[in-house]
């Protein structure tokens, strides 16, 4: 079974708005990255937060971790069509091995 | 940089031929992962190369394999396909660290008739 489950499974917003997915995983990690694809593409890399960090920000990028919840989020600022693509969370358990989640689709309307 | 690369881009099989796909790292890059990408199943992680050693693998049946080269390059090998073979395989390079992220190539097409 897969080990991060994204929310929501689809995302539709308007040009400037934020957008924000939720990743849910189930055991202690080392670290989580989100990715995104763009149409059945390769997968470029977003982020990467460590277990022992609580927030890091990239460009209008903005993740959080929350250990205790076993949880993360990304926060897309200020939309643009472009970003239009699905977002994976991705973690690892120590081992050299990503298990990647199921993926929120994001829209961006013009 | 060259990025990732992976050949060929797409692929119409037959049920029971095998196929060898191929993947390019960056250079640099020691480590080489690959997945399958399906709509149903989404992301799964098939193996991990690192310096020519297997070092990690998921839970595909024997029929897949891999291996990596002197130089890096990796091959994944897929016998007696099946119909629910047919994915999008994606190899992912990196330094081959826990806390560096993947570079992915664009993917391989396979479809199985």
């Known amino acids: 079974s897969q080990q991060g489950e994204e929310d929501p499974q689809a995302l539709s917003i308007q040009e400037g708005e934020n957008a924000t997915m939720n990743c849910s995983y189930k055991?202690?990690?080392?670290?989580l990255q989100w990715y995104r694809q763009n149409s059945g593409r390769g997968l470029v890399h977003l982020i990467l937060?460590?277990?022992?960090?609580r927030e890091k920000h990239s460009g209008r990028l903005r993740v959080t971790l929350d250990t205790s919840k076993k949880s993360s989020s990304l926060l897309i600022t200020a939309s643009r069509a472009a970003d239009t693509a699905s977002y994976f969370c991705?973690?690892?358990?120590?081992?050299?091995?990503?298990?990647f989640g199921t993926g929120t689709r994001l829209k961006v309307l013009a | 940089k060259a990025g990732v690369t992976q050949t060929p881009r797409y692929l119409i099989k037959t049920r029971g031929q095998q196929v060898t796909l191929s993947c390019s790292p960056i250079?640099?890059?020691?480590?080489v992962s690959w997945y399958q990408q399906t709509p149903g199943q989404g992301l799964q992680f098939l193996f991990e190369?690192?310096?020519?050693?297997?070092?990690n693998k998921g839970n595909f049946p024997g029929r897949f394999s891999g291996r990596q080269f002197s130089n890096s390059r990796s091959e994944m090998n897929v016998s007696t396909l099946e119909l629910g073979d047919s994915a999008l395989y994606l190899c992912?390079?990196?330094?081959?660290?826990?806390?560096?992220?993947?570079?992915f190539g664009s993917g391989t097409r396979l479809t199985v008739v």
């Open positions: 937060i460590r277990s022992n960090e």
């Open positions: 991705a973690t690892t358990s120590g081992t050299y091995k990503y298990i």
């Open positions: 055991t202690s990690i080392n670290n």
């Open positions: 992912a390079s990196s330094l081959g660290q826990l806390d560096h992220g993947y570079t």
């Open positions: 190369y690192f310096s020519e050693t297997q070092r």
């Open positions: 250079s640099g890059h020691r480590s």
